[in-house]
């Protein structure tokens, strides 16, 4: 049941004779859902889930139940040279009762006044009085029309997520300074916007944190309580490794303005970085309960739903969103990349494949088909598709980490490490300490490949982080099983059963936090081989097989498991992976064929 006083409100109808002034009404929507979130007793659903609902085909009721609340204000908003007429209505879900409607005439000059008048109505009329109903309007807003506009609009861009869109917001942002140099959430929002190209787009994440620090001090120094700010700092300290500080100042965004849905979202990929996955859940379940329909909240729940071994759940989320929002490849992206992390490998490529017949110009869509063809074992063709995106993304540290994957699969080993070295430069030890230790990691693979054991036990104890704590971290957890291993082979038993404790204090933190997915079964396989129990070691890969493991690229690189080799157990488990994998690889040339003709 919906909670007591929550509402929704919808994108405001325009009716002006030329259908102009969508802006407009978009505006007035959403600052009055803005003025509404300072009254501590409403519950309101959210601007992204509201304002999927722009197009009416759905009655109230209908609309009122997705988005969980029990009321709901529409209206229409009608122009005449500089007059502006507003009409709005507030409907019980339930029964489709009208509860209160009023119509405004007002100047355009005088536009905010209407918005501060129909709020205050509307409050009034869900109960008697309301504590800070006269309260001021909240700080984060101009009274300058023109730059609130461009504000509004850049975020309405800046959720969508997509390079195009992402740029075409900070110009949006950019404009709204022009309009009024004061504005601290429009620096803000230019923050986070050069973070995110970084991870959508062609840009360096190291640069792009460095250019997205001036703009994050001018906000907090225009306003020292702008929740914007705080999460923008939370961003770039969470994108260089700091999750403790990122999340001290996420936590300081949500105590602001507990209706900032972005700082509850990148408050929950901090929770998932450190390996609090339960704490992620409960952060993701509160932020979905006003925002029912973000597609971001969405798929890191389904992330979370996933970790902890629940892929039907996880699957359910994302199919049920897709029937609201067919086209979204940030959807599609991420149920590819859960089918393939759990053995579904042709529902994987299928859903790869439509995120790139809808937006074949992605750097992140073409990335998750060339992963797709690689998990099939096709790294021709995933090649090819990172070779496409490399043109337009050039700059991509997430492109060339999977180009360095492949490079490392194909024995190119060269070419892997001057990949390694354009990611991170030639002064990596003037980078911070995450990206250190994971440059680190990706040279001591390369040296495990080449069977040069000695470099990689050096690279790889650079790799570990030297702070244990209740985090897991697959990084952490690979990097210390693999010196464990070397140290064994270059003789020093010792560090060798130190580093391997380490590693089973990781493993099991990770259980304790919930985490029940074929990634930790794997690693329970590697720690066996290591304590020689090789029953074990194959009893552990079948159970990551049954969870859906079938990545047998890693076995082949994986010196770690090279004690289960000739065992039949262990042999049989791989000829069975190699058939799931031609099995859907048949199936997707059928497929492939079938959308030829």
Do not use: C
């Not at 007059?83 to 339930?94: I, Y």
């Not at 501060?116 to 109903?133: K, M, P, Q, R």
């Not at 979204?328 to 490998?345: C, E, H, K, P, V």
């Not at 190119?412 to 994971?438: C, K």
């Amino acid at each position: 049941r919906a909670p007591e006083n929550s509402i929704a409100v919808l994108p405001f109808r325009d009716l002006s004779a030329e259908h102009d002034q969508e802006y407009l009404s978009d505006g007035l929507g959403e600052e009055i859902l803005n003025l509404l979130a300072q009254v501590e007793v409403l519950q309101l659903a959210a601007l992204t889930s509201s304002f999927a609902f722009r197009v009416r085909e759905d009655g109230i009721r209908t609309i009122g139940q997705a988005l969980n609340v029990r009321t709901v204000l529409e209206g229409s908003l009608r122009t005449s040279g500089n007059q502006v007429r507003l009409s709005a209505q507030l409907v019980n879900v339930e029964d489709g009762y009208q509860i209160w409607s009023q119509t405004f005439e007002r100047e355009m000059d005088d536009i905010f006044a209407l918005q501060d008048e129909v709020a205050s109505a509307i409050a009034t009329s869900l109960v008697d009085n309301f504590e800070g109903l006269e309260a001021e309007a909240p700080t984060s807003r101009t009274e300058n029309i023109a730059a609130f506009e461009a504000y509004r609009a850049g975020r309405l861009h800046w959720w969508r997520r997509t390079p195009q869109e992402l740029e075409r917001a900070i110009a949006l942002f950019g404009e709204a300074l022009q309009h009024d140099p004061q504005f601290a959430p429009a620096y803000a929002a230019l923050a986070d916007s050069y973070i995110l190209l970084a991870l959508y787009g062609d840009s360096n994440r190291m640069r792009a944190v460095q250019r997205a620090q001036p703009y994050i001090e001018k906000a907090l120094a225009l306003n020292p309580e702008s929740a914007e700010a705080y999460a923008a700092l939370g961003l770039a300290r969470m994108e260089i490794g700091q999750n403790t500080s990122a999340e001290s100042s996420l936590r300081q965004a949500i105590r602001l303005n507990e209706a900032y849905v972005p700082a509850r979202l990148w408050l929950s990929n901090v929770l998932g970085n450190t390996g609090r996955i339960g704490e992620q859940a409960l952060v993701l379940e509160e932020a979905m309960a006003v925002d029912p329909l973000n597609e971001l909240l969405a798929i890191n729940y389904a992330g979370n739903l996933n970790s902890r071994g629940n892929y039907d759940d996880a699957s359910d989320m994302l199919r049920n969103l897709l029937l609201v929002k067919p086209d979204s490849t940030n959807l599609l992206r991420t149920y590819s990349s859960i089918a393939f992390f759990n053995g579904d490998l042709v529902q994987g490529w299928s859903l790869a494949r439509q995120a790139y017949d809808i937006d074949p110009d992605s750097p992140q869509v073409i990335q998750m088909l060339s992963k797709a063809w690689l998990e099939l074992g096709n790294t021709e063709r995933a090649e090819e598709l990172l070779e496409e995106a490399m043109e337009i993304a050039a700059d991509n540290m997430e492109l060339k980490g999977q180009y360095f994957q492949l490079l490392l699969l194909d024995g190119r080993l060269e070419e892997a490490e001057a990949m390694v070295r354009d990611i991170f430069g030639a002064e990596v030890d003037v980078l911070p300490d995450n990206f250190q230790r994971y440059y680190h990691q990706q040279m001591g693979l390369i040296h495990l490949v080449a069977r040069d054991l000695p470099a990689a036990l050096v690279e790889f104890e650079q790799a570990i982080d030297p702070e244990e704590n209740g985090a897991f971290k697959g990084d952490q957890l690979f990097s210390l099983t693999a010196s464990a291993f070397l140290h064994e082979v270059v003789g020093d038993p010792e560090l060798a059963k130190e580093r391997l404790a380490q590693a089973e204090r990781a493993l099991n933190r990770a259980r304790i936090n919930g985490l029940d997915n074929p990634d930790i079964y794997y690693n329970e396989s590697v720690i066996d081989v290591l304590h020689e129990d090789y029953e074990g070691a194959v009893d552990a890969l079948q159970a990551a097989y049954d969870r859906g493991w079938r990545q047998t690229w890693v076995l082949d690189i994986d010196g770690r498991l090279e004690p289960l080799h000739e065992m039949p157990a262990y042999i049989e488990l791989r000829q069975t992976i190699e058939q799931d994998i031609q099995q859907a690889r048949s199936e997707i040339e059928s497929l492939a064929m079938a959308m030829l003709r």
